[in-house]
């Protein structure tokens, strides 16, 4: 990025603030590090309200700079192939548009559109990449910081079409017009010249590369952050692997923890990897088979198709190197499926074709028992899932060589296996086909619908609900509940189980999970209802036997009724459910409002991240919240509100030093009563601790709250020495609904009269219409 854009964002932030626009300014100042930085969740909760807030004020360069950013995260971060290609092409042509066209981000759409295509299928776009990426280029001047990402895709895309040395000649042009321009090449830049190095052979250039990188960055001032530093490691090892030196690879190899988190360094990593195997330094086992699987499978949900496949090749040969005939045999079908996705097959085409060869060629393991044994064989020995998956698959063989229907037993068996090594397509596959020869066969229904709804897979779901139909609605409309439970469709989810109670009056498990969406949806009144229901159906479980176990209530149930009644304020129904539970309330009757503990509540912040408020839990499902908030948080200090009920994270043990000051932490459900409070903030040099207090203690006294932000780090200007600095305070003051902004100006006016150094709050000032121009004084002498 180069200062234009983001001189821009700082221009915009400011803007946007000044006019109260203020969750649109941070997500403006926020969103690039969390798309760098893998924040997904943040990223994904931030990116909607912020876009629709762009779109509402007619702002199209901020709406660019958002779904650019986004894009990024979903193409580097998550490396999605198809499933962002509608997104890419949709913000190349927006950022192309008159109004757009001249936003600095613009051309970072190209960037985009080039990624994007090349997760799908790098070799099988090299036309289309060359062409936008040559386009763009003759309107970016070397000195952007553009024109050094769009010259590394246009070097990755000549890689791509098989020739690094052309992409090395490249990238030698481009740092010499940048370094012309009186700029330096990125940190990124040293990772395309390393993979054009690596592909020739030139491992040593390759670390060179990354050294001379690493120092000029260094050297600019800057300091490589966590994302750099892994990237460097991963990058380093890999050629260290490539050169025999193993023992500097395994040192600079990222944990294998490390790569699950970081996709971006995935196909580095498993490279180096499979290098150190090939030198007898790294344990070829199952495990990590399984790993390479599950990655291989998640960029196959996203439609990343010849990285998918580069990955499958690469597990595949490790698989035949330890002898796991099933798996490779798996790998080999998922990188059939590949190809047909492919635009251009040379090369891998005869790959997987080898790898199949190869699979097929290796022996199949002796059955330790006779076939129709297996399964109790294999519950009792517990051998590891790929040597389970070899064994099921030997006697599914011999099924087959006798002209018998494979058992479901053992499919079932070999599904659950190839599932822990992390084949879960194939499962789907295999209990699809299974499914034919025994269609009634619930664990398999059951465990197919699981599968459908654990790979997202919509139209696999909508394909079981409807064979389901017919001999089972219930099974049908139960399958399509949890679907929409795990998409998010809250009003679907009641709906669908609505349907299933028509057929199965006494489910528990489904009023379970529509009183769950119903307090998702907010609607607190149909979530006790259900769960009345689910009490007046369940069985006493002192009198329920073993095999009615299911059926009955359990405690959860009673906590969840107690939380839903709270929310209706039906106090009646949370005593008689707190009764059942053991509580014992201080009043018979009425609202519950007691003092019990000291909790924290986890509440969600406008960024997208959730935070731990302080607060007095009042009864079982309610608190009263203890800080003076800002507009990040939607409560403010004296609010009650509604918790659920289950413990957030692990209880130390009892007796621990951290048993010692543990608070329970609780995630917040609904408002239920606000206190109405107005924050105003109070900025300034820190009065002597006597003072604070006195002045802390006179304005809660007054019915107002006043709640510490600052810590022992904060300091601020000295006047009377430009030199010194003194210590801080910066703290919210609440208003209380019974008092005006007048008043409580007034009240800190007197109060603080007789401070050495005053204290400013012009937002308050303002509101009071009081003189601003003197606390504007205060900001700039003490430099707040």
Request: aromatic residues 6%.
């Amino acid at each position: 990025m180069t200062a234009d854009i983001w001189s821009w964002v700082h221009d915009t932030h400011r803007q946007l603030a000044e006019t109260g626009q203020h969750r649109l300014a941070d997500a403006l100042a926020e969103i690039a590090g969390h798309a760098v930085e893998g924040r997904n969740e943040q990223l994904d909760a931030m990116f909607p309200e912020a876009l629709a807030s762009a779109r509402a004020l007619g702002l199209p360069w901020v709406e660019v700079f958002l779904r650019h950013w986004r894009l990024q995260n979903l193409l580097n971060k998550r490396h999605q192939g198809e499933a962002a290609m509608s997104e890419a092409a949709s913000l190349l042509e927006f950022a192309h548009r008159e109004e757009t066209a001249s936003c600095p981000q613009s051309v970072c759409a190209v960037q985009d559109f080039t990624i994007c295509h090349a997760n799908i299928d790098g070799p099988g776009y090299v036309p289309e990449r060359l062409a936008v990426l040559e386009e763009a280029l003759q309107r970016v001047e070397p000195a952007r910081a553009c024109f050094d990402c769009l010259s590394r895709e246009y070097a990755d895309t000549l890689e791509d079409d098989g020739r690094p040395a052309d992409a090395l000649t490249y990238l030698d042009r481009a740092e010499t017009r940048i370094r012309a321009a009186g700029e330096r090449t990125s940190l990124s830049f040293a990772h395309s010249r390393a993979s054009a190095l690596h592909r020739l052979g030139r491992h040593q250039d390759a670390l060179d590369a990354y050294d001379t990188a690493e120092r000029s960055y260094v050297a600019a001032g800057n300091r490589p952050d966590d994302d750099d530093r892994r990237k460097l490691s991963a990058g380093r090892a890999l050629q260290f692997a490539a050169l025999g030196r193993t023992d500097r690879a395994l040192e600079l190899l990222p944990d294998v923890e490390e790569a699950d988190r970081s996709p971006d360094i995935r196909n580095r990593w498993s490279a180096a990897v499979e290098l150190l195997v090939a030198a007898g330094e790294f344990d070829n086992d199952a495990a990590l088979g399984a790993r390479l699987a599950s990655w291989a499978g998640e960029l196959d949900a996203v439609g990343s198709h010849r990285p998918c496949l580069d990955l499958v090749l690469r597990a595949g040969r490790l698989a035949l190197a330890r002898g796991a005939r099933e798996v490779a045999l798996t790998l080999a079908g998922t990188g059939e499926r590949k190809l047909g996705q492919l635009r251009r097959t040379a090369g891998v085409a005869e790959q997987v074709a080898g790898l199949r060869a190869a699979a097929e060629a290796l022996p199949r393991p002796e059955l330790p028992v006779p076939a129709d044994e297996l399964t109790s064989w294999l519950a009792e020995n517990h051998p590891d899932p790929e040597t389970g998956a070899e064994l099921l698959s030997a006697a599914l063989a011999v099924a087959r060589a006798r002209g018998e229907q494979p058992d479901t037993v053992l499919v079932v068996n070999l599904a659950g296996a190839l599932g822990a090594l992390g084949h879960t397509r194939a499962v789907a596959e295999l209990a699809w086909a299974q499914l034919e020869l025994d269609p009634g066969h619930e664990y398999l229904t059951g465990m197919l619908g699981q599968l459908l709804i654990d790979a997202e897979d919509g139209e696999g779901i909508d394909r079981l609900a409807t064979r389901l139909a017919a001999a089972d609605p219930a099974a049908a409309h139960w399958l399509r509940a949890r679907w929409a439970s795990a998409q998010g469709r809250w009003a679907e989810v009641g709906e669908q189980c609505a349907a299933v109670l028509v057929h199965s009056p006494e489910a528990l498990n489904t009023r379970r999970l529509a009183a769950a969406a119903a307090t998702r949806r907010g609607d607190h009144a149909e979530a006790q209802r259900l769960y009345e229901e689910l009490l007046a159906h369940a069985l006493d479980p002192a009198e329920a036997g073993e095999e009615d176990a299911h059926r009955t209530v359990q405690e959860p149930d009673l906590w969840h009724l107690v939380t839903a009644a709270t929310a209706n304020r039906d106090w009646a129904a949370v005593r008689a459910a707190g009764a059942r539970i053991g509580i014992e309330f201080d009043t018979d009757s009425g609202p519950v409002e007691e003092q019990w503990q000291l909790i924290q509540l986890r509440v969600p912040r406008a960024n997208g991240t959730t935070t731990d408020l302080p607060a007095v839990r009042t009864g079982p499902a309610t608190a009263r919240v203890l800080p003076v908030l800002g507009e990040d948080v939607d409560l403010n200090h004296g609010d009650i509100v509604v918790f659920s009920p289950a413990v957030l994270g692990d209880r130390p043990e009892p007796g621990s030093a951290e048993a010692e000051d543990w608070q329970p932490v609780f995630a917040f459900l609904t408002l239920l009563d606000p206190a109405g409070f107005t924050t105003y903030w109070i900025d300034g040099a820190c009065p002597e601790p006597e003072q604070w207090y006195a002045l802390r203690d006179a304005v809660r006294a007054a019915g107002h709250a006043v709640w510490v932000y600052s810590g022992d780090q904060y300091r601020t200007n000295d006047p009377a020495d430009p030199e010194g600095s003194l210590p801080g305070i910066y703290a919210a003051l609440g208003v209380p609904p019974t008092a005006t902004a007048a008043e409580a100006d007034a009240l800190l006016t007197s109060l603080t009269a007789h401070l050495a150094h005053p204290l400013a709050w012009p937002a308050l000032a303002e509101a009071a219409g009081a003189d601003t121009a003197r606390h504007q004084k205060i900001v700039d002498d003490y430099g707040l």
